[in-house]
């Protein structure tokens, strides 16, 4: 039976100094391995603590759910790739307790140059977050940011204190999210990009988009659907056509309401359109002189005068 191997105590630490969290560089997600990429995480989560972290190479590799020898073989390409720096300890230093130092080597200045100028839908930075010197968002900086963290706090701890996280993670993720304007409705989109649609909403006081595509179809004389297409009309009505169409209707049936009928309002633009233009002249009553506003209640007894005084030099 072959002697139990000894396990190899490792000593984890890091060169910068950011605590109690890990982050990845953009440079070890595009470089690395699966094995590579975890070991590397691992060891940042314990280097990044806020102290040197002791653990055996059974636990890493358990944690990592690799075996030993991929643990001591990945680590060694992390040190060729220059992720990592490891000292071993001789004999003689390993029989009285000394740990293999594994130092994780601090490439954020080399990263920040590697992607700086690429395209940000590629590496995407939050416009909430604001860089420090060195490249790293400044909301990660617990310590930097408030000077309430508890004395009892310990370093083997992993976790912010609660009041840390609501104050600087969870409070500024809700406020930005309540700051988000909600998603258009299709309805909304239509207002926007269809001038008739809108003016049809308008004037019938009505938000209902099953009702506003009925009435703007047969406004434009393409309706297909049964009980509204025989009341297409035409030629097509404009934004502006329909502003005076409502004047006039209003000022003919002493402001009653709009008709919703597909036949009726197909009843009433026919009669406003044979109103708007004299039979025998073709004459728009908008290109007569000498009338007044078209709002003012005199209106068309002025265009029915004008129109006689214009038919009366005529003849």
């Keep these: 039976m072959s002697a139990k191997v000894p396990d190899e105590l490792q000593e984890i630490s890091a060169e910068s100094g950011h605590k109690y969290f890990h982050m990845m560089l953009n440079m070890a997600d595009d470089d690395l391995d699966c094995r590579e990429y975890r070991l590397l995480g691992?060891?940042?989560r314990?280097?990044?603590?806020?102290?040197?972290?002791?653990?055996?190479?059974?636990?890493?590799?358990?944690?990592?759910?690799?075996?030993?020898s991929s643990v001591e073989k990945t680590r060694?390409?992390?040190?060729?790739?220059?992720?990592l720096?490891?000292?071993?300890?001789?004999?003689?230093?390993?029989?009285?307790?000394?740990?293999?130092?594994?130092?994780?080597?601090?490439?954020?200045?080399e990263n920040i140059t590697r992607y700086k100028g690429v395209p940000s839908e590629i590496h995407p930075v939050p416009s909430?977050?604001?860089?420090?010197?060195?490249?790293?968002?400044?909301?990660?900086?617990?310590?930097?940011?408030?000077?309430?963290?508890?004395?009892?706090?310990?370093?083997?701890?992993?976790?912010?204190?609660a009041h840390i996280c609501q104050q600087h993670f969870i409070r500024p993720l809700i406020a930005a999210l309540v700051a988000l304007p909600p998603p258009k409705t299709a309805h909304e989109k239509r207002l926007?990009?269809?001038?008739?649609?809108?003016?049809?909403?308008?004037?019938?006081?009505?938000?209902?988009?099953?009702?506003?595509?009925?009435?703007?179809?047969?406004?434009?004389?393409?309706?297909?659907?049964?009980?509204?297409?025989?009341?297409n009309i035409a030629?097509?009505?404009?934004?502006?056509?329909?502003?005076?169409?409502?004047?006039?209707?209003?000022?003919?049936?002493?402001?009653?309401?709009?008709?919703?009928?597909?036949?009726?309002?197909q009843y009433w633009f026919d009669r406003f359109r044979k109103t708007r233009t004299h039979?025998?002249?073709?004459?728009?009553?908008?290109?007569?002189?000498?009338?007044?506003?078209?709002?003012?209640p005199g209106y068309w007894e002025a265009v029915q005068a004008e129109l006689k005084r214009v038919n009366g030099i005529a003849s």
Excluded: F
């Design 85 to 109: 720096k490891v000292y071993k300890p001789t004999e003689d230093e390993r029989k009285v307790g000394v740990a293999t130092k594994v130092t994780v080597i601090d490439r954020w200045a």
């Design 235 to 265: 030629p097509a009505v404009e934004p502006e056509d329909l502003e005076r169409w409502v004047s006039w209707y209003k000022r003919e049936t002493k402001n009653a309401s709009l008709p919703m009928q597909p036949v009726k309002i």
């Design 279 to 296: 039979p025998g002249l073709a004459v728009d009553p908008d290109k007569i002189l000498n009338l007044p506003a078209e709002d003012d």
């Design 192 to 231: 926007e990009g269809d001038p008739l649609y809108a003016m049809a909403s308008k004037v019938w006081h009505t938000d209902a988009s099953g009702l506003l595509n009925n009435l703007t179809a047969i406004l434009r004389g393409n309706s297909k659907r049964t009980g509204w297409a025989e009341a």
């Design 128 to 161: 909430q977050v604001h860089l420090d010197g060195k490249g790293v968002p400044s909301q990660v900086h617990i310590e930097e940011l408030s000077k309430e963290e508890p004395e009892s706090r310990t370093k083997n701890k992993d976790s912010y204190p």
């Design 46 to 68: 314990w280097a990044n603590h806020g102290g040197t972290h002791k653990e055996g190479v059974r636990k890493t590799a358990k944690n990592c759910h690799m075996g030993t």
């Design 42 to 44: 691992h060891y940042l």
């Design 76 to 83: 060694d390409k992390l040190v060729t790739l220059g992720y």
